[in-house]
């Protein structure tokens, strides 16, 4: 075993941006993990609530966490800076972090345990979550056990529940669409190694302004479904154009299936539904899924003008 595997680096990315009520909270839930070979790397997206103020007063007292654009804030949004993040600084691993939650002690020690530290693959590891509200009550748990058919429609794993390898972090290329945790978590099913963790290792805080809480997927009204899946194709066609050369064939033909739907005719979509059999956490939503794809109901007309235009992205 190498000396990584024994002891291997771990960078913690959090991208604030008027986070200033709970950002504390988290940082110490870093501080005092179990695990301690870290360096937190913290990017500021322009607060104006004295989240600033805090991360200079934090890094100045810790010397584990690190300012990265300290003296040169720019909005840059969540995505982008989740990808200088990591890429600032070399690490064996690398976590996402939002700015208002709270980890559980043994976290980092815990992802650690589950990886493969001999693979030569891009890895992902993730877990579940507990969904809480502003003081902590408890709303839900949440295990988003999820495979590729499930995936590539609707992202089930959320960028503060993953763990990444340095291979996964250095064939990462940055598109300015969409969001930097469905885009990490396709690419390492489609190339790589997913290992999914069946226990909670975050307090994850709901907040109706919150800078990480997305508003697609939640219920399935028929326009927020098909915005849901112009992402979903978008995604997945971006994913092909810069990763087809490391996928096999079966993540290759899959891939290329699905971003054909809404070029298909009636009796090919239905085909190719049936063969990659897509599907939702609910039997309910998995049939909604396929009858609204199938039958391309209420499909806005200009669902494939983003794939038309990808090379703009």
Not at 41 to 70: P, V
Not at 172 to 194: C, E, M, P, Q
Not at 276 to 289: C, F, P
Request: charge should be positive; aromatic fraction near 14%.
């Amino acid at each position: 075993m190498n000396e990584h595997a024994l002891n291997p680096k771990v960078n913690i990315c959090i991208a604030t941006y008027n986070g200033a009520k709970y950002l504390i909270e988290q940082l110490d839930s870093i501080k005092y993990q179990t695990y301690q070979n870290w360096e937190c790397l913290i990017r500021d997206d322009g607060s104006t609530d004295g989240t600033i103020d805090l991360i200079k007063d934090y890094c100045e007292k810790n010397s584990k966490f690190e300012f990265i654009n300290c003296g040169q804030i720019e909005n840059l949004g969540s995505h982008r800076s989740f990808f200088e993040l990591v890429k600032y600084k070399k690490a064996d691993y690398y976590f996402f972090c939002d700015q208002d939650d709270i980890w559980k002690k043994n976290k980092i020690e815990l992802f650690l345990s589950k990886t493969n530290f001999e693979t030569e693959k891009p890895e992902l590891v993730y877990s579940g979550w507990t969904t809480v509200d502003e003081n902590l009550n408890l709303l839900k748990e949440v295990f988003p056990k999820t495979t590729i058919n499930e995936q590539i429609s609707f992202n089930q794993i959320n960028g503060m529940s993953m763990m990444l390898n340095d291979k996964l972090v250095k064939i990462w290329n940055y598109r300015k669409w969409g969001a930097h945790d469905s885009f990490v978590a396709l690419i390492a099913y489609t190339i790589g190694n997913v290992i999914y963790i069946p226990k909670s290792t975050i307090l994850w805080r709901r907040l109706s302004s919150s800078e990480s809480i997305s508003n697609y997927g939640r219920g399935f009204g028929i326009e927020t479904f098909w915005k849901m899946m112009e992402m979903s194709f978008v995604r997945s066609q971006l994913v092909l154009d810069d990763y087809e050369k490391y996928m096999d064939k079966y993540h290759k033909g899959f891939l290329k299936s699905f971003v054909s739907i809404p070029k298909m005719n009636f009796f090919n979509r239905l085909k190719t539904l049936m063969e990659l059999k897509l599907r939702r956490k609910s039997l309910i939503e998995t049939i909604a899924l396929n009858f609204l794809l199938l039958f391309k109901y209420k499909m806005p007309k200009n669902i494939l003008q983003e794939l038309l235009n990808k090379e703009k992205i």
